[in-house]
């Protein structure tokens, strides 16, 4: 039998229109068109909800409906799928949904094939415009991009002083992110018990690192989960009430470990051995959306190991600097990418100690394209 059966009551899907095909495109990029739509032109039908996405798998996600009053329980889920009429999307992202997006969902009718017996199970039929997106360039795809988590209103930036070694870099990657995005970053930096083992001039450097970060305002959290008990833990406890934040860094610096202190629905899986990193391994394997105990919805990542951003202007780039916006416009050059230009006011203040040449280092990384491409192994699809 033809994929589409003729019915005679249905004059859309008669077997002369289908044959050539013309209606069919149109109707699909129509459909297309109709999926991210803002919530009050939702069509919301008797049993229809509005729910988050908490986890998102190769072919389905999970969801946890939103009551009246915007409150979510992320024990609740349903298994859902994206209505089959939006999945010939061309948008260039590697995912139609992703954790954090709010969409408008109805129960399956039973059409839909049985992917599951224990869960409920509904069908996507909108998606809310983001007005945050934190994203990478998908490794398996480098003109795609990988969308992590959307709606989130704070980026936590989790490093480990040591195992893993802390990497500024990534660290800066991260900032330019939430520069971009608009998004309040918090910097944490884990595992301070094994920072007191290390040589004097590594605590020195790591020193000197916090206090430039904290000079260009940026709020720094050096901690020891394991330690526990410390006011700057209960302090990041605080600034997570109330707010949507992800969790992001390399898989083995205490993610897992961080959410589990402020009571999370469900426990986060803490890797047993931290050198199990080295390995390549891992067991955190997607992010999700978890609500918290002492207030506030955290999404936890998966590591990843490599965090490529796209192509940005010189332009661009400098203004998520916060140490050189001051310095836009004053070079002799309106595109001065600030790398051997002469007169050129970004150089000068590197030259000043006005910026550390580790972050500028950072900057002319991102500005060439070359940051974050070493150690781009497979391990990167690994950790995807
Ligand atoms: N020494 C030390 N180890 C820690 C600390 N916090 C977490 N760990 C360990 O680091 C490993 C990785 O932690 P996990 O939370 O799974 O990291 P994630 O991959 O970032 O989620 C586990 O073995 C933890 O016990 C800490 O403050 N100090
Ligand atoms: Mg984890
Ligand atoms: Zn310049």
Known sequence: MSKWKYRESDDYFSYDKIRRGKDKRKKNKKAIDNF???EDKWLVKDNWFKARVVEVHKRYAFVSPITEDGDIVTKDVWLSTVARKHLQSKRLERNN???????????????EPDVSEELPYCVVENLKPRFSEISRVDPASMERKHILASNVDQLLIVASFCSPLVKWGLIDRYLVLAEEQNIEPIIVLNKQDL?????????????????????LG????????????QDDIEAIGESLKDKCSILSGHSGVGKSSLVNLFRPEITQEVEANADIFYKGRHT???????????GGIVVDTPGIRSFLLGERS??????????MRPYLGKCKYRECRHIDEP???????????KITSRRYQ?????????TGRQGRTRDDELEE
């Open 36 to 38: 991210v739509l803002d």
């Open 97 to 111: 949904v992703v954790v954090g997006d709010v969409v408008l969902c109805r129960p399956a009718t039973g059409e």
């Open 218 to 229: 940026y709020k720094v959290f050096s901690i020891s989960v394991l330690g526990k008990s």
């Open 195 to 215: 920072l007191l083992e290390e040589s004097e001039k590594f605590q020195k450097k790591a020193e000197e690192e916090i206090a430039n970060y904290r000079s």
């Open 284 to 294: 955190t394997t997607y992010a999700s959306l978890l609500k918290l105990g002492t």
């Open 362 to 370: 950072s900057y002319k990384g991102l500005l060439l394209g070359d």
């Open 343 to 353: 007169d050129c006011a970004i150089l000068e203040a590197l030259h000043d100690g």
């Open 314 to 323: 010189s332009i661009d780039l400098t203004y998520s600097f916060r140490e």
